[in-house]
Structures are given as C-alpha cells and as structure tokens.
C-alpha cells in the first residue's frame, strides 16, 4: 500500500528470458481476469478508488469531507495491559 497517491500496489515481472526489468504499478489501473479468484474483490477496490480519486479531483466540500475521513485517526489509550 502506497497511501492516498498510489493506492494497493501490485508487482509484475516480465518473463524469465526476456528482460530482468521488473515494475510496480497500482492495481486501480489494472485489467484483472474476470476468472482470477480476487477478481470480485479488485474490481470493488478499483470503483471505489476511482470515486476516491475523482471527488479528489474535484475538489470542493466532497474533497474536504473525504480528506478529513482519511486523515482523522483514533488516539491510542495509554493505559492498556502493561502500562501504568
């Protein structure tokens, strides 16, 4: 995972032979096997990251809802099993 800018990314390597090149792309801008066993599960990745992207994009009162969802996190307890 690559944050906000990349995404969930995926490692692809040329076959062996041919070149020792290997890349990393994002996988919202894969095309998936609709047989591969994840391919359900990517294909929801990808539209939900593509809507991400696009409210992003166009900025206004959508964009800054969603970048205060994404940047807000829960403050961890400092008391909790082996602390005092």
Same mark, same amino acid.
């Given at each position: 995972? @690559?944050? %906000?800018? #990349?995404?969930?990314?995926?490692?692809?390597? !040329? @076959?062996?032979?041919? *070149?020792?090149?290997?890349? !990393? !792309? @994002?996988?919202t /801008? +894969?095309?998936? %096997?609709?047989? /591969?066993? +994840?391919? *359900?599960? !990517?294909?929801?990745?990808q =539209?939900?990251?593509?809507? =991400? &992207?696009?409210?992003? %994009?166009?900025?206004? $009162?959508?964009?800054? +809802? &969603?970048?205060?969802? *994404?940047? =807000?996190?829960?403050?961890? @307890?400092?008391? #909790? $099993?082996?602390? +005092?």
């Open positions: 995972y @690559s944050g %906000d800018i #990349g995404g969930i990314n995926c490692g692809l390597e !040329v @076959s062996p032979g041919q *070149t020792e090149q290997r890349y !990393v !792309v @994002s996988i /801008h +894969l095309e998936i %096997d609709p047989e /591969h066993p +994840l391919a *359900t599960e !990517v294909k929801a990745y =539209r939900k990251r593509i809507q =991400r &992207l696009m409210l992003q %994009d166009q900025g206004g $009162f959508a964009a800054e +809802l &969603l970048a205060q969802r *994404t940047t =807000r996190q829960k403050k961890k @307890s400092k008391k #909790g $099993f082996g602390q +005092l």
